[in-house]
Protein backbone atom coordinates (compact mmCIF):
# COMPACT_ATOMS: atom_id res chain seq x y z
CA UNK A 1 0.00 0.00 0.00
CA UNK A 2 2.69 2.44 0.88
CA UNK A 3 4.18 2.31 -2.52
CA UNK A 4 1.17 2.69 -4.51
CA UNK A 5 0.64 6.20 -2.67
CA UNK A 6 4.05 7.27 -2.89
CA UNK A 7 3.07 6.24 -6.42
CA UNK A 8 -0.13 8.70 -6.87
CA UNK A 9 2.09 11.30 -4.60
CA UNK A 10 4.78 11.16 -7.48
CA UNK A 11 2.55 11.09 -9.96
CA UNK A 12 0.46 14.21 -8.63
CA UNK A 13 3.46 16.15 -8.31
CA UNK A 14 4.44 15.77 -11.66
CA UNK A 15 1.54 16.93 -13.39
CA UNK A 16 1.11 19.98 -10.74
CA UNK A 17 4.67 20.95 -12.26
CA UNK A 18 3.87 20.58 -15.63
CA UNK A 19 0.84 22.65 -15.17
CA UNK A 20 2.62 25.44 -13.66
CA UNK A 21 5.33 25.35 -16.70
CA UNK A 22 2.47 25.01 -18.55
CA UNK A 23 0.78 28.44 -17.57
CA UNK A 24 4.68 29.95 -17.15
CA UNK A 25 4.86 29.46 -20.34
CA UNK A 26 1.29 31.41 -21.39
CA UNK A 27 1.83 33.91 -19.23
CA UNK A 28 5.53 34.92 -21.05
CA UNK A 29 4.36 34.11 -24.26
CA UNK A 30 1.47 37.23 -24.20
CA UNK A 31 4.14 39.61 -22.39
CA UNK A 32 4.10 42.64 -24.42
CA UNK A 33 7.80 43.49 -26.53
CA UNK A 34 9.75 44.90 -23.68
CA UNK A 35 7.90 44.31 -20.86
CA UNK A 36 9.40 40.68 -19.50
CA UNK A 37 13.13 42.52 -19.82
CA UNK A 38 14.93 43.46 -16.66
CA UNK A 39 16.20 47.04 -18.30
CA UNK A 40 12.98 47.55 -20.01
CA UNK A 41 14.17 51.55 -19.61
CA UNK A 42 13.86 53.53 -22.82
CA UNK A 43 15.23 57.27 -22.65
CA UNK A 44 12.95 59.48 -21.67
CA UNK A 45 10.73 61.93 -23.96
CA UNK A 46 12.64 65.10 -24.69
CA UNK A 47 15.93 65.93 -24.11
CA UNK A 48 17.88 63.45 -22.11
CA UNK A 49 18.98 64.53 -18.70
CA UNK A 50 17.17 67.56 -19.13
CA UNK A 51 14.31 68.94 -17.03
CA UNK A 52 11.10 69.04 -19.08
CA UNK A 53 9.93 72.72 -19.11
CA UNK A 54 7.38 73.73 -16.91
CA UNK A 55 4.41 76.16 -16.83
CA UNK A 56 5.25 78.45 -14.23
CA UNK A 57 1.70 79.93 -13.77
CA UNK A 58 0.71 75.80 -13.27
CA UNK A 59 3.44 74.16 -11.38
CA UNK A 60 1.21 71.18 -11.82
CA UNK A 61 0.35 71.21 -14.86
CA UNK A 62 1.63 68.68 -16.82
CA UNK A 63 5.19 68.64 -18.54
CA UNK A 64 4.81 68.70 -22.27
CA UNK A 65 7.65 66.61 -23.04
CA UNK A 66 6.62 63.91 -20.92
CA UNK A 67 5.17 61.10 -23.97
CA UNK A 68 1.82 60.64 -25.17
CA UNK A 69 -1.18 58.20 -24.46
CA UNK A 70 -1.94 56.55 -21.60
CA UNK A 71 0.76 56.55 -18.81
CA UNK A 72 1.92 57.26 -15.53
CA UNK A 73 4.54 60.19 -15.27
CA UNK A 74 6.67 60.94 -12.42
CA UNK A 75 9.17 63.90 -12.00
CA UNK A 76 11.94 62.67 -9.58
CA UNK A 77 12.88 66.64 -9.33
CA UNK A 78 9.37 67.71 -8.35
CA UNK A 79 8.04 64.45 -6.39
CA UNK A 80 5.02 64.99 -8.50
CA UNK A 81 3.06 61.90 -10.17
CA UNK A 82 0.60 62.41 -13.29
CA UNK A 83 -2.06 59.76 -14.10
CA UNK A 84 -2.81 60.79 -18.17
CA UNK A 85 -5.48 59.07 -19.82
CA UNK A 86 -5.51 57.59 -23.20
CA UNK A 87 -6.23 60.79 -24.80
CA UNK A 88 -3.97 62.87 -23.01
CA UNK A 89 -6.12 64.14 -19.90
CA UNK A 90 -4.48 64.61 -16.52
CA UNK A 91 -6.99 62.34 -14.41
CA UNK A 92 -4.90 63.23 -11.34
CA UNK A 93 -1.77 64.34 -10.21
CA UNK A 94 -0.48 64.24 -6.33
CA UNK A 95 2.92 64.61 -5.03
CA UNK A 96 4.95 61.76 -3.75
CA UNK A 97 7.89 60.69 -1.16
CA UNK A 98 10.80 59.10 -3.25
CA UNK A 99 12.79 56.29 -1.60
CA UNK A 100 16.81 56.39 -1.07
CA UNK A 101 16.80 55.38 -5.09
CA UNK A 102 15.70 57.37 -7.84
CA UNK A 103 14.82 55.23 -10.82
CA UNK A 104 16.67 56.36 -14.04
CA UNK A 105 14.88 58.36 -16.85
CA UNK A 106 13.50 56.81 -19.39
CA UNK A 107 10.29 55.01 -20.35
CA UNK A 108 8.88 51.89 -18.41
CA UNK A 109 6.09 49.49 -18.10
CA UNK A 110 4.84 48.28 -15.04
CA UNK A 111 5.52 44.80 -14.50
CA UNK A 112 3.70 43.81 -11.23
CA UNK A 113 1.78 44.51 -8.67
CA UNK A 114 1.14 43.72 -5.04
CA UNK A 115 -2.33 44.41 -2.95
CA UNK A 116 -0.09 44.49 0.54
CA UNK A 117 3.40 43.64 1.42
CA UNK A 118 5.87 44.39 3.67
CA UNK A 119 8.19 46.88 2.72
CA UNK A 120 11.64 47.32 2.25
CA UNK A 121 12.43 49.97 5.74
CA UNK A 122 9.71 47.06 7.47
CA UNK A 123 6.30 48.95 7.03
CA UNK A 124 3.37 47.81 5.69
CA UNK A 125 2.39 48.69 2.51
CA UNK A 126 -0.50 48.99 0.05
CA UNK A 127 -1.16 48.75 -3.62
CA UNK A 128 2.08 48.62 -4.80
CA UNK A 129 2.91 49.23 -8.80
CA UNK A 130 6.46 48.28 -9.73
CA UNK A 131 7.89 49.53 -12.86
CA UNK A 132 11.34 48.22 -12.71
CA UNK A 133 13.94 46.89 -10.59
CA UNK A 134 17.84 48.18 -9.63
CA UNK A 135 21.37 46.08 -11.10
CA UNK A 136 21.28 44.82 -7.52
CA UNK A 137 17.86 43.57 -7.42
CA UNK A 138 15.99 46.42 -5.79
CA UNK A 139 12.47 46.57 -6.40
CA UNK A 140 11.14 50.31 -7.83
CA UNK A 141 7.43 51.37 -7.43
CA UNK A 142 4.57 53.22 -6.14
CA UNK A 143 3.11 52.02 -2.66
CA UNK A 144 1.28 53.59 0.25
CA UNK A 145 1.94 52.88 3.62
CA UNK A 146 -0.64 51.81 5.97
CA UNK A 147 1.38 52.39 9.46
CA UNK A 148 0.92 55.67 11.55
CA UNK A 149 4.46 56.20 10.55
CA UNK A 150 4.42 57.15 7.22
CA UNK A 151 5.32 60.17 7.08
CA UNK A 152 8.40 59.99 8.57
CA UNK A 153 11.66 60.33 6.00
CA UNK A 154 13.19 57.21 4.58
CA UNK A 155 15.78 55.48 6.75
CA UNK A 156 19.08 56.79 4.41
CA UNK A 157 20.77 53.45 5.31
CA UNK A 158 17.91 51.56 3.70
CA UNK A 159 18.27 51.17 0.27
CA UNK A 160 14.59 51.13 -0.91
CA UNK A 161 12.67 52.08 -4.20
CA UNK A 162 9.55 52.96 -2.45
CA UNK A 163 7.96 56.00 -4.29
CA UNK A 164 5.21 56.77 -1.52
CA UNK A 165 1.61 58.16 -2.10
CA UNK A 166 -1.28 58.65 0.39
CA UNK A 167 -3.87 55.99 0.77
CA UNK A 168 -6.33 58.07 -1.49
CA UNK A 169 -3.58 58.07 -4.15
CA UNK A 170 -2.21 54.95 -3.69
CA UNK A 171 -5.91 53.79 -4.65
CA UNK A 172 -6.40 55.90 -7.46
CA UNK A 173 -2.81 54.41 -8.93
CA UNK A 174 -3.74 51.11 -7.87
CA UNK A 175 -6.63 51.23 -10.04
CA UNK A 176 -4.79 53.40 -12.84
CA UNK A 177 -1.75 51.43 -13.45
CA UNK A 178 -2.81 48.33 -14.18
CA UNK A 179 0.16 45.50 -16.16
CA UNK A 180 1.31 46.41 -19.40
CA UNK A 181 1.04 51.13 -18.49
CA UNK A 182 3.68 52.84 -19.10
CA UNK A 183 5.14 54.95 -16.78
CA UNK A 184 7.40 57.70 -17.90
CA UNK A 185 10.29 58.98 -15.49
CA UNK A 186 11.55 62.42 -16.10
CA UNK A 187 13.78 65.22 -14.26
Not at 74 to 101: A, C, Q
Not at 117 to 142: N, Y
Amino acid sequence: MAGTSSGVVAGLTAAAVGAVGFLAYQASATVPPGLGSRSSASPAPGAPGAKAPRDRRHPTALPNTSGTGERVVYSVDDDRVWLVSERGRVERTFKVSPGTIDPPLGAYWVTSRSKAVTGTDGLPIEHVVRFTTTKDGSAIGFSAVTAQRAAAPPDPTVKTGGIRETRADGNAMWNFATIGVKVIVIR
